[in-house]
């Protein structure tokens, strides 16, 4: 393959040693290439930067769909793609930062969870994989090795990562069910529940033996082949180690499709009927498999850890209605903002988004929006939808979580000069340590490359406020007065 082709568009022809300092020291390596400590230029930020051999790339589309998929998905639990670079031999990919190795390495360590514990990972790990099947994304590889965990310090946070072997499909499928939870008395094999229709017909063999669904040897598949990669985590969280196993890839497939499950050993004594149930849901025949958002509201899934504090959510929406009175410019840089924040420092945050997710869709409907602070705060629906036209800049009709980060966190510390100066950085495309007008127009061609639903009229409308801002030429002391004068 020619290493003279361009895999990522003219949006990524910049050079990658102009904005990062990388280390020669390698976090990890793969089939394609290395991935390396980063430093944005300029800044403390710290990001993982993926550095890919062109000419070990033996399916550019498929290369290409994996960034598109990473650049368009936004989630607590799915690893974060920043940017892009390519230039003749390499493409620089720069991610998330995540400190606390994978969740294989931790099953190994502490050999296996509690019900509890488990719950705190796999309520991530499916509600990260129902947002994905959502957006028409299946993963196709999902094991404990392609999920890292966020820090050192805690046991539990952890991200989605790998889409490399991903496939995209239409995601007008049937409408999920409403219930609070999956029916009790659903048998496996006549399910009581509504029969749902799916438009994923997947065709391609990938996967992992340990973890693939036996459907996917047939070669005809929907997005359920995630739910039974799932299942099999779960299973493992449970007991340490895998459902089907044999000493080659032939002996395990042979288990797999056999789909026998054993809950005879110690492990599993201690582990409630609700918990197996939830088991034998996931792992089963497709047209008995649970789709993923039964999953979440099967009974298993429903203990509450979470109690809502009535003044932290005051405070949230006392920090959102400060938002919304900003500018469309400046709600979007600080919208940048927070999507390079780490994720230990906004940890925080995750149970109030899901309190207003209802859906678990990974967004937050207008409707999901005044009920939850009519019933909570007793704020009237007029308020609540004025308040919440404020947060939606993107004109989207939902927020997704980084607008939710953006929005509900105060605004003293997302304007604050180090994390300002993190989207400055990024910003001045040509680094000569001034933003202008073409800077930024192209900064957003990156950063809206592939976000489809966005409205046309946005860039347009930011690139006038940022002419009207007499933002042009500015280095990053102007850049920080005058993009925030009226909040000084």
Known sequence: MSSEILFLGEEAKRDVNLYYEISKAELGKGSYGTVH???????????????IDKSKVSNVERFRLEVEIMMRLNHPSILRLFDFFEDKKHVYLVLELCSGGELFDRIIEKKYYDETEARQIFKQIIKAIYYCHQNGVCHRDLKPENFIMVSKNDPYLLKVIDFGLSRTFPNEHASPST?????????????????????????????????????????NYTEKCDVWSCGVILYILFCGYPPFYGENNKEILEAVKSGKLDFSTSEWKDKSKLAIDLVRKMIVAQDARLFADEVIKHSWMQAKTFKVDALKLKSITTNMAAF?????????????????LYEEDVTFLHDYFYLFDTSDHGSITEAAFKTVLKDRLGTDSTAAGALFQGLDFFETKTLNYTQFLTCAINLESLDSEKKLLTVFQMADIDRDEKLSLADF????????????????KLKQSLLHQFTEAHLEGSDFAAFKAKIFKDQA
């Open 37 to 51: 400590m980063g430093r944005l230029k300029g800044t403390k930020v710290q990001r993982a930067i993926k550095i």
């Open 179 to 219: 219930d609070t939870e999956a029916p009790k008395e659903l048998d496996t094999n006549k399910p009581s529940r509504i029969r749902r229709q799916t438009k994923a017909i997947l065709k391609t063999k990938a996967g992992t033996p340990f973890y693939i669904a036996p459907e996917v040897l047939t070669g």
């Open 324 to 340: 919304g009175k900003l500018s469309t410019l400046q709600k979007t840089i600080l919208y940048f903002v927070a999507h390079n």
């Open 441 to 456: 127009e192209r900064f957003l061609s990156i950063q809206f490359k592939y976000r489809p639903n966005l409205p046309a």
